[in-house]
Nanobody, 124 residues
Framework: QVQLVESGGGLVQAGDSLRLSCAAS????????MGWFRQAPGKEREFIAA????????RYEDSVKGRFTISRDNAKNTVYLQMNSLKFEDTAVYYC?????????????????WGQGTQVTVSS
């Protein structure tokens, strides 16, 4: 059974930084791409960042480029999302997601496993 467990969310002020972690278990982590999505109240879940199986290729949603960095440590079965210069509009529940294969996608349908989510709240 695949499990993804996020951690690292919290309440911060605008301009602060947070690092989210997602610990994976239940399948060979290094065989699969990983992604981060977020969902704000009343909005659909949206793609934020993705990384391929070996960490050599990453992709970001335009609004987080230059501020967020996705990375992974395959030895620790963990994917990270470093978030800098946080803005009020980054407030959402953040979800870690496991892809269907080694390459990443930009849509929720490209991912088959999901964490429970971690709340990030940025005060202005």
């Amino acid at each position: 059974q695949v499990q993804l467990v996020e951690s690292g969310g919290g309440l911060v002020q605008a301009g602060d930084s947070l690092r989210l972690s997602c610990a994976a278990s239940g399948r060979t982590f290094s065989n699969y791409a990983m992604g981060w999505f977020r969902q704000a109240p009343g909005k659909e879940r949206e793609f934020i960042a993705a990384i391929n199986r070996n960490g050599g290729i990453t992709r970001y949603e335009d609004s987080v480029k230059g501020r967020f960095t996705i990375s992974r440590d395959n030895a620790k079965n963990t994917v990270y999302l470093q978030m800098n210069s946080l803005k009020f509009e980054d407030t959402a529940v953040y979800y870690c997601a496991g892809a269907r294969g080694p390459g990443y996608g930009l849509s929720t349908v490209d991912y088959v496993h999901w964490g429970q989510g971690t709340q990030v709240t940025v005060s202005s």
